[in-house]
């Protein structure tokens, strides 16, 4: 068993003091075991050191290390994998049956799925108990031709990626985020989280590099946002649309053509963003920073110029982008909400009503765009195509904002088209005039179904 499991057990830590053990773990990159380091900080005598890894050598199963190895152990029973697994195998080498809440032996399975994966070009791949694994194609969730995974089995495919630090904070919070890296294959961004008694996980797949606007059929005027030195632009939609793509694209495109110093702050990381003319640093949470919020305060005295925040979760982090967006940092950050108008009503709504009035007017000054996107089926099939509401504060925006009547931004998107901004349905018409998208995928993304009737 490991060691701070069997800390817990025997109530010879807090999980808050253990939390702390891993954390310092982590920062030392494994330079010493997590024993020595309880042993460092007080929290444990050396007697009951000794008799815990006593206790831990006594145990069968095996210690799962921070750092999981690439080549696959040997199993405990020997297993004759197909030589290439494809959507019509069956999973093969999990222990039906297995009772076990560390991570186990690696078979390679979900190495195996994930890598499938990208043959198939899915966005995404669910790990469910009771259930075929499935994917995402175009759009669409697709089951793999495979017996159902019973609650053991996908267990063991969920745990089989976690870390050890990742593992303690499932146990604690019930789910984790990871990134979560395939040599030669790909990155996948990856949530394990407990439902109904089961272990559960889904992967959404990272493309290798960040993509241009153009390579994904965004509009030329989003460039414009790569030429602001501060404000706020705000990327929005509901999960899966395709943000994380787009900042993405935006930050290689400052990286490519300015010399700043770039800041990401995401839970996790997705793209890597070498250093090109500008200077890179990318911080993950719960492994380089603690939080979103202490990563911003740190942010402001790291001279930066550009802020990338890979999404506004809570009042602390909404504040600190605002201040950072007035200071003369040009902010990156993602939401998720519906439309531009509902992004502006939830910017403000996260701060305590005596506090509005001057979120209000914080917003008005330093908000430069927001773009609220979805990904459409195209009429060949074989695509997600984005449409794109954009919303661009020119002063008469700034006015509304203050005042609080966001209602009347709608009108000022119909009528704003030269200076760049677009309506939803509008995008959505457009690609249905061009043949990319049909009428009835368009009517399920508009706000006014009607219109495509």
């Given at each position: 068993?490991?060691?701070?499991?069997?800390?817990?057990?025997?109530?010879?830590?807090?999980?808050d003091?253990?939390?702390?053990?891993?954390?310092?773990?982590?920062?030392?990159?494994?330079?010493?075991?997590?024993?020595?380091i309880?042993?460092?900080?007080?929290?444990?005598?050396?007697?009951?050191?000794?008799?815990?890894?006593?206790?831990?050598?006594?145990?069968?199963?095996?210690v799962?290390?921070?750092?999981?190895p690439?080549?696959?152990?040997?199993?405990?029973?020997?297993?004759?994998?197909?030589?290439?697994?494809?959507?019509?195998?069956?999973?093969?080498?999990?222990?039906?049956?297995?009772?076990r809440r560390?991570?186990?032996r690696?078979?390679?399975?979900?190495?195996?799925?994930?890598?499938?994966?990208?043959?198939?070009?899915?966005?995404?791949?669910?790990?469910?108990?009771?259930?075929?694994?499935?994917?995402r194609?175009?759009?669409?969730?697709q089951?793999?031709?495979?017996?159902?995974?019973e609650?053991?089995?996908a267990?063991?495919?969920?745990?089989?990626?976690?870390?050890?630090?990742?593992?303690?904070?499932?146990?604690?919070?019930?789910?984790?985020?990871?990134?979560?890296?395939?040599?030669?294959?790909?990155?996948?961004?990856?949530?394990?989280?407990?439902?109904?008694?089961?272990?559960?996980?889904?992967?959404?797949?990272?493309?290798?590099?960040?993509?241009?606007?153009?390579?994904?059929g965004?509009?030329?005027?989003?460039?414009?946002?790569?030429?602001?030195?501060?404000?706020?632009?705000?990327?929005?939609?509901?999960a899966g649309?395709?943000?994380s793509s787009?900042?993405?694209?935006?930050?290689?495109?400052?990286?490519?053509?300015r010399?700043?110093?770039?800041?990401?702050?995401?839970?996790?990381?997705e793209?890597?963003?070498?250093?090109?003319?500008?200077l890179?640093?990318?911080?993950?949470?719960?492994?380089?920073?603690?939080?979103?919020?202490?990563a911003?305060r740190?942010?402001?005295?790291?001279?930066?110029?550009?802020l990338a925040?890979?999404?506004?979760?809570?009042?602390?982090?909404?504040?600190l982008?605002?201040?950072?967006?007035?200071t003369?940092?040009l902010?990156?950050?993602?939401?998720?909400?519906?439309s531009?108008?509902?992004?502006?009503?939830?910017?403000?709504?996260?701060?305590?009503p005596?506090?509005?009035?001057?979120?209000?007017?914080?917003l008005?000054?330093?908000?430069?765009a927001?773009?609220?996107?979805?990904?459409?089926?195209?009429?060949?099939g074989g695509?997600?195509?984005?449409?794109?509401?954009?919303?661009?504060?020119?002063?008469?925006?700034?006015?509304?904002i203050?005042?609080?009547?966001?209602?009347?931004?709608?009108?000022?998107?119909?009528?704003?088209?030269?200076?760049?901004?677009c309506?939803l349905?509008?995008?959505l018409?457009?690609l249905?005039?061009?043949?990319?998208?049909?009428?009835?995928?368009?009517?399920?993304?508009?706000?006014d179904?009607?219109?495509?009737?």
């Amino acid at each position: 068993m490991l060691i701070g499991r069997l800390c817990l057990q025997h109530k010879l830590v807090s999980r808050d003091q253990l939390a702390r053990a891993i954390k310092e773990h982590g920062r030392i990159g494994n330079k010493r075991k997590l024993g020595e380091i309880l042993l460092e900080m007080g929290l444990l005598k050396p007697d009951q050191l000794k008799a815990l890894l006593a206790e831990q050598k006594r145990s069968a199963r095996p210690v799962q290390s921070t750092q999981r190895p690439r080549e696959a152990r040997a199993p405990e029973a020997p297993i004759k994998p197909p030589r290439d697994f494809d959507a019509t195998s069956h999973v093969v080498g999990l222990k039906s049956g297995a009772k076990r809440r560390k991570p186990p032996r690696s078979s390679g399975m979900m190495d195996r799925i994930l890598t499938q994966a990208i043959r198939l070009k899915a966005s995404d791949v669910h790990v469910h108990a009771g259930l075929p694994v499935k994917m995402r194609v175009n759009g669409k969730l697709q089951a793999l031709k495979m017996p159902p995974l019973e609650k053991e089995q996908a267990e063991q495919l969920a745990l089989e990626v976690l870390s050890t630090e990742n593992l303690a904070w499932l146990d604690e919070h019930g789910d984790v985020d990871i990134a979560y890296e395939i040599p030669e294959v790909g990155r996948f961004r990856g949530n394990v989280y407990r439902q109904r008694g089961a272990v559960d996980a889904v992967f959404r797949a990272v493309p290798a590099r960040a993509a241009s606007l153009e390579e994904l059929g965004l509009p030329s005027v989003l460039a414009r946002m790569a030429t602001f030195h501060q404000g706020m632009v705000l990327l929005t939609g509901p999960a899966g649309c395709g943000k994380s793509s787009t900042m993405a694209a935006l930050v290689n495109l400052i990286n490519e053509e300015r010399r700043s110093h770039i800041i990401t702050v995401e839970d996790p990381i997705e793209f890597i963003h070498p250093s090109k003319r500008c200077l890179v640093n990318q911080r993950q949470v719960r492994r380089h920073t603690e939080s979103f919020a202490s990563a911003l305060r740190a942010a402001l005295r790291e001279d930066p110029d550009i802020l990338a925040i890979g999404e506004l979760r809570d009042l602390e982090t909404v504040s600190l982008a605002l201040t950072a967006a007035e200071t003369g940092h040009l902010v990156l950050a993602t939401l998720h909400t519906g439309s531009v108008i509902r992004t502006v009503d939830r910017m403000v709504d996260v701060f305590p009503p005596r506090q509005q009035p001057q979120a209000c007017a914080m917003l008005s000054e330093s908000l430069r765009a927001v773009v609220s996107q979805r990904l459409v089926n195209g009429t060949d099939g074989g695509r997600l195509i984005p449409a794109v509401e954009l919303l661009i504060v020119t002063p008469a925006v700034s006015h509304l904002i203050r005042e609080r009547k966001t209602h009347q931004i709608h009108s000022v998107l119909q009528t704003g088209r030269a200076h760049g901004m677009c309506l939803l349905d509008d995008s959505l018409s457009g690609l249905v005039e061009a043949g990319s998208v049909s009428r009835e995928e368009a009517r399920r993304f508009a706000e006014d179904p009607r219109r495509f009737a």
